[in-house]
T-cell receptor
Framework: DTGVSQDPRHKITKRGQNVTFRCDPI?????LYWYRQTLGQGPEFLTY????????KSRLLSDRFSAERPKGSFSTLEIQRTEQGDSAMYLC?????????????FGPGTRLTVL | AQSVTQPDIHITVSEGASLELRCNYS??????LFWYVQSPGQGLQLLLK??????LVQGIKGFEAEFKRSQSSFNLRKPSVHWSDAAEYFC???????????FGQGTTLQVKP
C-alpha cells in the first residue's frame, strides 16, 4: 500500500505525559499537513511542511506542540504535558508539488485519549 | 475570513432516494472546493473537487456537485443512495499558497433500508 500511514492508530495517555505521533506521506509528495479533528467537528489545520521546512503553523498549535519533518520525508508531531483537551483524532495528509496542489491524501489518523 | 458552512448536521434518507448535502463557503478569491467522505475507522477519502471550468463536477461512487458562485455554494448530490453511503461528509475549501484546507463541520448521512 503506497498511501499515507500513521502510527500509532490509537494512543491512551495520562495527563501530563508526552506523546509523539508519526506520519509517513506518499513518497513523492513534498507537501505534508497535520490536522486535528474533535468529535462532531471537521478537521482543523495545525501545521504545514514543504519538504523539510515548516512554513505555517495555526494558532491552535500551542507551545506544547512541536512538529518536525527531517529530510523532508516522514513527520512527527509531539505533544508535551498533555491535557484532556488534547484528546482528538490527529490526521496527516500529503499532496504533490504545485502552487495550488489540489487533492490532499489523508492517513487513517491517530486517535489520542488523555485520561 | 474564510469559512465553510454545512447547515445540516445530520440527514436521514431512504435507500434508493436522492440526496443533496449543502455547503456554503466564504472565500475572497476563486475557490478550490472539495468534498470528502469519512467512514468509521477510515481516513478521509476525496469524492470530487472543483478548480475551474464546468461548474458541474462528477466524482466517485456516483456523486456530483455543482458550484454556484452567485450563491457561494457547492452542494453534493447523488440520484440514488446506497446503504454503503452512510458516512460523514465534509466540504472543504483550499486557501492560500500553502494549500491548507478549511473544512465544514460535516454532515452525517444515515441511510434507512
Amino acid at each position: 500500500d503506497t498511501g499515507v500511514s500513521q502510527d500509532p492508530r490509537h494512543k491512551i495517555t495520562k495527563r501530563g505525559q508526552n506523546v509523539t505521533f508519526r506520519c509517513d506521506p506518499i513518497s513523492e509528495h513534498n507537501r505534508l499537513y497535520w490536522y486535528r479533528q474533535t468529535l462532531g467537528q471537521g478537521p482543523e489545520f495545525l501545521t504545514y511542511f514543504q519538504n523539510e521546512a515548516q512554513l505555517e503553523k495555526s494558532r491552535l498549535l500551542s507551545d506544547r506542540f512541536s512538529a518536525e519533518r527531517p529530510k523532508g520525508s516522514f513527520s512527527t508531531l509531539e505533544i508535551q504535558r498533555t491535557e484532556q483537551g488534547d484528546s482528538a483524532m490527529y490526521l496527516c495528509a500529503s499532496s504533490p508539488r504545485g502552487l495550488r496542489s489540489g487533492e490532499q491524501f489523508f492517513g487513517p489518523g491517530t486517535r489520542l485519549t488523555v485520561l | 475570513a474564510q469559512s465553510v458552512t454545512q447547515p445540516d448536521i445530520h440527514i436521514t434518507v431512504s435507500e434508493g432516494a436522492s440526496l443533496e448535502l449543502r455547503c456554503n463557503y466564504s472565500y475572497g478569491a476563486t475557490p478550490y472546493l472539495f468534498w470528502y467522505v469519512q467512514s468509521p475507522g477510515q481516513g478521509l477519502q476525496l469524492l470530487l473537487k472543483y478548480f475551474s471550468g464546468d461548474t458541474l463536477v462528477q466524482g466517485i461512487k456516483g456523486f456530483e456537485a455543482e458550484f454556484k458562485r452567485s450563491q457561494s455554494s457547492f452542494n453534493l448530490r447523488k440520484p440514488s443512495v446506497h446503504w454503503s453511503d452512510a458516512a460523514e461528509y465534509f466540504c472543504a475549501v483550499e486557501t492560500g499558497n500553502t494549500g491548507k484546507l478549511i473544512f465544514g463541520q460535516g454532515t452525517t448521512l444515515q441511510v434507512k433500508p
